[in-house]
């Protein structure tokens, strides 16, 4: 057959299947049975443990960059994502600080520009000049539109001692990450260290050898809570000790947090030294938020005073909170080696509700908090990461538009509290960066007046 006559028979052939057929012939659509495509099935690829860090903190730092009090720049205290209207400005002071060591780790990460983060620290910086302060002292909460005190409760509606300690924390890791940058840059860490230099921390000793918490303009200091420990409340007593103008006394800290020594103890738990009395007498260890707070820039590696080495004291509390977990007492369903970490944080009511609560091993209600085995990673780092790779490898549950969520129980049919506060959040992105790099023990601890504090109060480090 010649080329030409095959193109004409297929040409016909063609032709009499695409022709319409008033007999509802074929109409040029094949008619065979479809053959199903074979949907290649999803191969996810295992992230090492430098990616998954690296998600971690990205996502983590969403918190304090995507959703951070929009007026101020400052860090709100919660945040629900399926209901963002919730308390959008209610600015948590404490947490600011937490907030303002992380902007300086998505700064060395690279997670925003350093322009971008320079700008953001001003803002907020200049939110807190024109903020409400008492003798220096910021409250727990201020409005983010405004920068007017929100009453944390009824007689705590002034200075809050213990939060303006955490954000002083943060205030000198911007000065020192700033002070040889550009102009500009020198203008933003030199108002960091004029706000927390106007702090009168003496003043909130009543002329006593102590600390106290709160003072209201309305009620003074009635509420009368002093800072004694072991609890979160060691980073006040270095700042008011490193205070160029108003420090405290070496008798201050020893009666005050140290009480005289009896702030010591020799006993053990699951074979590991306790170290320290722990606030409330926990045989087991308190929340694990006790190990982070004061240790976000104050390093504890090699701090000790004249009574506790900090070093062990973090580490064995960290140590049997997992241990704790791996024992798992009350038989809670995934408590164990990956899944574990108790602290505070938001939790679940009996009922099912969202609440909160101060978990730890005295207080187990079957919640697990993320950022209690993630802002132990400097001190766990194991431990730390198969609970991170525990909790990612629920992400699809946990893994929310600001990082992990607050709190989780496989207990309750993997009941999550899909929300998040700044509190919590800002440990993990911090501390894990304690862990890789050092980056904030380093700027803490390389300041000049937090050296000539720890020297006062007799610490090594």
């Not at 002071?93 to 992380?102: A, S």
């Not at 902007?103 to 409400?132: N, P, T």
């Not at 574990?340 to 609560?357: E, F, K, M, P, Q």
Request: net charge negative; aromatic share 14%.
């Amino acid at each position: 057959m010649s080329r030409a006559l095959g193109f004409v028979l297929v040409f016909l052939v063609f032709a009499s299947c695409t022709s319409d057929d008033a007999d509802g012939g074929a109409i040029g659509v094949s008619e065979l049975p479809e053959v199903p495509e074979e949907n290649e099935p999803e191969i996810e690829v295992e992230l090492t443990d430098g990616e998954l860090l690296d998600l971690t903190q990205k996502e983590t730092f969403k918190y304090f960059w995507d959703f951070a009090q929009t007026e101020s720049g400052a860090a709100r205290e919660r945040y629900h994502p399926q209901d963002p209207s919730n308390d959008p400005n209610t600015v948590t002071v404490g947490g600011t600080g937490f907030g303002l060591m992380g902007i300086l780790v998505a700064m060395e990460r690279g997670f925003v520009s350093r322009i971008e983060g320079v700008e953001r620290l001003e803002k907020i910086i200049s939110f807190l000049e024109g903020a409400d302060r008492f003798h220096g002292a910021w409250p727990h909460w201020l409005d983010g539109r405004n920068g007017n005190t929100l009453p944390f409760s009824e007689k705590d509606n002034g200075a809050d001692l213990v939060e303006t300690s955490f954000l002083a924390q943060g205030l000198i890791c911007v000065k020192e990450y700033l002070k040889e940058g550009n102009s500009e840059e020198q203008v933003v860490a030199q108002k960091a260290d004029e706000l927390w230099k106007a702090v009168e921390w003496d003043w909130f000793t009543q002329n006593k050898n102590t600390l106290y918490w709160h003072w209201s303009p309305d009620f003074g200091f009635d509420i009368g809570l002093e800072l004694k420990g072991y609890n979160e409340v060691l980073i006040t007593y270095v700042m008011a000790a490193a205070s160029p103008d108003y420090p405290i006394a070496k008798e201050v800290y020893e009666n005050g947090w140290a009480s005289n020594g009896a702030i010591a103890n020799g006993a053990s738990t699951y074979d590991i030294p306790l170290i320290v009395n722990h606030a409330g007498s926990s045989s087991k260890g308190g929340p694990l938020f006790w190990a982070h707070y004061s240790y976000m820039g104050l390093d504890p590696s090699n701090l000790a005073d004249a009574f506790v080495n900090y070093a062990d004291a973090t580490l064995n509390h960290a140590k049997i909170n997992h241990a704790y977990c791996v024992d798992n007492p009350k038989n809670y369903k995934d408590y164990g080696k990956d899944c574990w970490g108790l602290t505070a944080s938001y939790s679940r009511n009996a009922d099912g509700s969202l609440g909160y609560n101060a978990h730890s091993p005295s207080n187990d209600t079957g919640v697990i908090s993320p950022t209690a085995a993630l802002s132990s990673m400097p001190y766990t780092p194991e431990e730390s990461m198969r609970a991170l790779r525990y909790f990612y490898s629920n992400k699809d549950e946990l893994l929310g538009p600001a990082g992990f969520y607050d709190a989780f129980s496989p207990q309750y049919n993997f009941w999550v509290a899909d929300a998040y506060l700044a509190i919590d959040q800002g440990p993990i992105l911090v501390m894990i960066e304690n862990h890789r790099s050092g980056l904030l023990w380093r700027l803490f601890m390389q300041n000049e007046d937090v050296q000539r504090g720890l020297d006062s109060l007799g610490f090594t480090y």
